[in-house]
């Protein structure tokens, strides 16, 4: 018998907001054959275009509070170093 296992990470570039914006995610089972052609066993199409549009929303607020604090404390520094505290 053979031995399944699936245990790895991949990372793929990703342009976000697309002009039509759709996301989709097209996932595929694939067997591995020594002798023969391999075949798919299972494939699906996932829309992911909401859970992308959630993400871009989070990141941008994210990004929004994060350079925010750096303006506050630039202003604070600047104010303690005018004031000598």
Known sequence: MGKGSFNWRYKFPLTWPRKDRQAR?????WDKDLFK??????????DISQ????????LTLIGTI??????MDE?????????GS
């Not at 994060?66 to 303006?71: A, F, G, I």
Request: hydrophobic residues 40%; proline residues 0%.
């Open 75 to 83: 202003a604070h520094k600047n104010r303690d170093e005018k004031t």
């Open 51 to 58: 859970k992308m549009l959630t993400l871009t929303l989070t």
């Open 66 to 71: 994060v350079d925010l604090s750096q303006k």
């Open 25 to 29: 995610l097209t996932v595929q089972l």
């Open 37 to 46: 052609y391999n075949d798919m066993i299972v494939g699906n199409l996932v």
